[in-house]
Structures are given as structure tokens and as C-alpha cells.
């Protein structure tokens, strides 16, 4: 069985900051990710990361493994982690993979990210990331000038919502999706279930309701529900993770959770996810590991 100092379950901006934090402090790292697509994968570039603007999520993470490869303390396993056990001793985790193939760690730092829900509606996968967003600031610049629509069934958002994305759009409405919101939302608001969306390419041009009518769009901003992941599922239910009402994983400020020696950073904690938010969120787990390994 191989041993590490740390071992990081998500190979994303948290997962990777803190893989690089790590390497600069000596410590020996396995960070262990997915062979499927990541969940941004659908994204045409990461924002907000000054030097790295625009790069793809598959170039953003090839340059971090460059800059990584230079310290020679973390490596990268392509696999799927399935559950961690405990030491009874309290001396650290084994790590259970689904090869078989099982890893020690000292300490654990999941950065797994959330499981987006997708609708089932024709066209939404061509769209997502492009010209359907989840987040304004990280997709708003390239979808400035054109015809918005929020999809929302949150009254308080969708009253908002006009003013607060008036800097990419002077034309926004909201679509509840088949709900009925209680009161009047003082915005225009379409009430009927979206049953599909005509596209070009991925460019939206409309929205389809179930009664036939077509609503003109050039972009959908769609905050979809999201869920743990398997590994964080199951530790949750086996080995006491805390998670929060809205099911991420609940830590104390410094990334720690419940369980000693396992910690969790970027989207797994917050529904502020952006790339650079994970970032910091990982490089202050690392901090936290070192600083608590040395108290």
C-alpha cells in the first residue's frame, strides 16, 4: 500500500491549489481524480484568474500538473475514490478505490465538488456552459447584450434579478419553470413548464413551454440544484460527516469537518463556486493541514 502525507479527492482548482501548497511544504501528496469529465467541462474557458483567463478547464488543469511536476511531491492517480476507513487508531485513512488499488494518508482533503442535477430537456446539455449559465461572473461577459432569462422559483431572486444582472442585459425576464410563486414578482414572469430549448450549435434562440408556446432568448441564467457526490453521500451515512441543511459539507471556517484529520475545500463547502473562490478555499486547507500537523 502506497503512503502519503496527504491525500486530495478532486483534481479542480481547490484540489490542486492545495496540492501546491503542499509540494512547497514538503509534504508528499496523492491527489486522486475522476477519469470522467470534470464538471466544468462543458465550460468554454475559467475566468477571474489573472494570468489564466480564459484558459480551458482541460489547459488549466495541464499547466497545473507543469508547475506541480516541478517539485516532484504530488502525483496524480486517475481513479475514483469509493470510501475512506479510518485508522482506528486515529493515525490516519485508508483510501478505497474503485481499481481496488487502496492508498494511507495521513490526512484527507476532499475537494470533490457538487454533482449538478441536469434536466432531462432537448437541447439543455448543448447549451450548458455556453449559452446557459449557472453564474453571471463567471460567464456573464460572454453572454453581455443578449435577450436573458432567469430560471428561478425563488421569489426573492427573481424580483431582484433585472436589476442585478442589468450590466450584461437591459432584457431580463423569469421563467418559474411550471411553479407558481406566491404575490406578485414585479418583474415579467413566465410561469409555464419548459419543455425544450431550440438551439444553434449551443446558441440558444428560444425557449419551448409545455403549451407550445416559444419564447425568444439568447441566454438562460439556470442555477441548478446540486448534490454531494458518492464518496461524500457515503461518508456521510458510514463515517459521521457533517453536512450542512443544503447538503454540502459543513467545516469550521478553516476547512476542518467532523471527522478528525479530513478536511474539504472549494465547491464542496459553499454555493460560491467560482474558480478562484475554490482556489483560495484550497490553498487555506493546506495551510490548516500543515499548521495542525505541527501544533
Not at 499547466?63 to 475514483?80: P, V
Not at 423569469?174 to 419543455?195: H, N, S, Y
Request: hydrophobic letters at 40%; glycine letters at 12%; charged letters at 25%.
Amino acid at each position: 500500500m502506497q503512503h502519503y502525507d496527504v491525500a486530495i479527492i478532486g483534481g479542480g482548482p481547490a484540489g490542486l491549489t492545495a496540492a501546491m501548497t503542499l509540494s512547497r511544504s514538503l509534504r508528499r501528496v496523492a491527489v486522486l481524480e475522476s477519469p470522467a469529465d470534470p464538471r466544468n467541462a462543458g465550460s468554454h474557458g475559467v475566468h477571474g484568474i489573472l494570468g489564466l483567463d480564459g484558459v480551458s478547464p482541460a489547459e488549466y488543469r495541464s499547466r497545473a500538473w507543469s508547475d506541480l511536476a516541478r517539485y516532484g511531491m504530488a502525483e496524480l492517480h486517475e481513479t475514483e475514490a469509493v470510501d475512506l476507513v479510518p485508522d482506528p487508531g486515529g493515525g490516519g485513512f485508508e483510501v478505497v478505490t474503485e481499481d481496488g488499488g487502496p492508498f494511507w494518508a495521513r490526512r484527507v482533503l476532499l475537494a470533490t465538488g457538487m454533482t449538478d442535477v441536469i434536466p432531462e430537456l432537448e437541447g439543455f446539455r448543448e447549451c450548458w456552459g455556453a449559452s446557459i449559465i449557472h453564474c453571471p461572473f463567471c460567464s456573464g461577459w460572454e453572454n453581455r447584450e443578449r435577450a436573458w432569462g432567469v430560471v428561478t422559483a425563488d421569489p426573492e431572486f427573481a424580483r431582484k434579478a433585472p436589476r442585478a444582472f442589468a450590466a450584461w442585459s437591459d432584457d431580463v425576464i423569469v421563467f418559474t419553470d411550471g411553479e407558481a410563486p406566491a404575490g406578485d414578482l414585479g418583474v415579467e414572469t413566465v410561469t409555464g413548464r419548459i419543455r425544450g430549448l431550440r438551439h444553434d450549435g449551443g446558441d440558444l434562440r428560444a425557449v419551448e413551454l409545455d403549451d407550445g408556446a416559444v419564447v425568444e432568448r439568447g441566454t438562460l441564467l439556470w442555477q441548478l440544484d446540486q448534490r454531494p457526490v458518492p464518496l461524500v453521500s457515503r461518508l456521510a451515512k458510514d463515517r459521521g460527516l457533517a453536512l450542512r441543511e443544503d447538503c454540502y459539507v459543513k467545516t469550521d471556517g478553516c476547512c476542518r469537518t467532523s471527522v478528525p484529520g479530513l478536511y474539504s475545500a472549494g465547491d464542496t463547502i459553499t454555493e460560491t463556486q467560482g474558480a478562484i473562490e475554490s482556489a483560495a478555499s484550497g490553498s487555506t486547507a493546506a495551510f490548516q493541514i500543515i499548521e495542525d500537523e505541527t501544533a
